[in-house]
């Protein structure tokens, strides 16, 4: 079964830097696409950025367009989200999720596999 465990949220001060982890474990070899994902209190859950394994293409929402960038390290199960010039309003808690289908796609009950989460304050 996989499972997804994130790591590296923490404070971090408005128009810095931080980079957050989602290493995989189980049958990793069927997941194709990788989505991360973020939810502030009292608003729904919403995409950040996903990665697909076909031709590494990549998609982000306009919010974190040129801030955020998301990468995988194949060989260590793992995905990034370096998040860059942050903003109070990226202060949420993120999620990693995974999914064995091809196409990067930005709602969240397309992607079968979750991780925890990983909260992410940016103080101003």
């Known amino acids: 079964q996989v499972q997804l465990v994130e790591s590296g949220g923490g404070l971090v001060q408005a128009g810095g830097s931080l980079r957050v982890s989602c290493v995989a474990s189980g049958p990793t070899w069927s997941l194709y696409r990788w989505g991360w994902f973020r939810q502030a209190p009292g608003k729904e859950r919403e995409f950040v950025a996903g990665f697909s394994r076909n031709g590494g293409s990549t998609l982000y929402a306009d919010s974190v367009k040129g801030r955020f960038t998301i990468s995988r390290d194949s060989a260590k199960n793992t995905v990034y989200l370096e998040m860059n010039s942050l903003k109070p309003e990226d202060t949420a808690l993120y999620y990693c999720?995974?999914?064995?289908?091809?196409?990067?796609?930005?709602?969240?009950?397309?992607?079968?596999?979750w991780g925890q989460g990983t909260q992410v304050t940016v103080s101003s």
């Open positions: 999720a995974a999914d064995r289908r091809l196409r990067i796609v930005t709602m969240a009950t397309e992607y079968e596999y």
